[in-house]
Nanobody, 130 residues
Framework: QVRLVESGGGTVAAGGSLTLSCTASGVRTNNACMGWFRQTPGKKREEFAIAMIGNDGIEYDDSVKDRFSVSRDNAKNIMYLQMNSLKPKDTDIYSC???????????????????????WGRGSKVTVSS
């Protein structure tokens, strides 16, 4: 059974940094497209990943480009999101997701759209105070 667990959330002052981790178990994710999504409490989760990593590269949403960095440690089966220069508007619940169904398929392209992902974590809360 695939399980994704986020950690590293918390409260930080504006301008500060946090690193989120997404630890996968039950499956190797090194060949999977993986992404970070965020959701404002009380609202629907955003449809597009703010950061995505796969064998065909890395992509960011314009709102976090140059501030956030996604990476992964394939040996540990962990994906990271380094968040710098945090702003109050970055306050959200951050969830990781993986496209396990297509993992390892030749020529797989990764997409930021949420419906491309079939495994999800429960999220980690990030609060940025002004």
């Amino acid at each position: 059974q695939v399980r994704l667990v986020e950690s590293g959330g918390g409260t930080v002052a504006a301008g500060g940094s946090l690193t989120l981790s997404c630890t996968a178990s039950g499956v190797r994710t090194n060949n999977a497209c993986m992404g970070w999504f965020r959701q404002t409490p009380g609202k629907k989760r955003e449809e597009f990943a703010i950061a995505m990593i796969g064998n065909d590269g890395i992509e960011y949403d314009d709102s976090v480009k140059d501030r956030f960095s996604v990476s992964r440690d394939n040996a540990k089966n962990i994906m990271y999101l380094q968040m710098n220069s945090l702003k109050p508007k970055d306050t959200d619940i951050y969830s990781c997701a993986a496209d396990i169904r297509r993992a390892g398929s030749d020529g797989t392209s990764c997409y930021r759209r949420d419906f491309m992902y079939d495994s999800w974590g429960r999220g980690s809360k990030v609060t940025v105070s002004s």
